[in-house]
């Protein structure tokens, strides 16, 4: 199984762009790594996914290297509204083989 | 559609007590699952199911079962609730394999056990 490390947590202010990196050395070949939201009192919500290189949405962008071995969450211009919690999760499928780790507390200050 | 939904959203147990979390999806998912999140933790896996009439146990299935019997509901039972049972329960769904992980949750079950 492939694990992660996240930062446990970090602070960001309104308006600046917040780069999250996870680190994933065991990744496999068929693995996507995905990244998750979590609002205090509610269930975690989807962001994104990739494989490489980068992926962008309305909501984010992620970075993936060569090597896969990282991938960092990027959220451009952050409101209050993003303080959260944010998981990072390696897996090619299974639901046996999808673990969340602590996830990388997130708090925006005005 | 409504999404996922679980009821209760918060119950008191006494130790030894039974009871069920439901949950539901109006999604036409295949697969269901069930995760409990302690404080300050990411959540875990209790037990899922890739279709109706099949189950499976996920990272800490003790203490729980589950059965599918419709596409729809997926039911986490308690047999005997112990204090250590006491977290914050989630339900999820999605559509395949191959969209595994893009999984929709529930508002959640707060369970307590005294």
């Known amino acids: 199984l492939a694990k992660t490390t996240q930062p446990i947590s970090m602070d960001s202010y309104e308006g600046q762009e917040v780069n999250i990196t996870c680190s994933h050395n065991n990744i496999a070949t068929n693995d996507y790594i995905t990244w998750y939201q979590q609002f205090p009192s509610q269930g975690p919500r989807f962001i994104i996914q990739?494989?490489?290189t980068k992926v962008t949405n309305e909501v984010a962008s992620l970075f993936i290297p060569a090597d896969r071995k990282s991938s960092t969450l990027s959220l451009p211009r952050v409101s209050l509204s993003d303080t959260a919690v944010y998981y990072c999760?390696?897996?090619?499928?299974?639901?046996?083989?999808?673990?969340f780790g602590a996830g990388t507390r997130l708090a925006v200050h005005p | 559609n409504a999404g996922v939904t679980q009821t209760p959203k918060f119950q008191v147990l006494k130790t030894g007590q039974s009871m069920t979390l439901q949950c539901a999806q109006d999604?036409?998912?295949?697969?269901m699952s069930w995760y409990r999140q302690d404080p300050g933790m990411g959540l875990r896996l209790i037990h899922y199911s890739v279709g109706a009439g099949i189950t499976d146990q996920g990272e800490v299935p003790n203490g729980y079962n589950v059965s599918r019997s419709t596409t729809e509901d997926f039911p986490l039972r308690l047999l005997s609730a112990a204090p250590s049972q006491t977290s914050v329960y989630f339900c999820?769904?999605?559509?395949?394999?191959?969209?595994?992980?893009?999984?929709?949750f529930g508002p959640g079950t707060r369970l307590t056990v005294l």
């Open positions: 990739g494989y490489k």
């Open positions: 999760l390696v897996g090619d499928g299974g639901y046996n083989k999808l673990i």
């Open positions: 999604m036409n998912h295949e697969y």
């Open positions: 999820a769904s999605s559509y395949g394999t191959s969209d595994y992980n893009e999984q929709f």
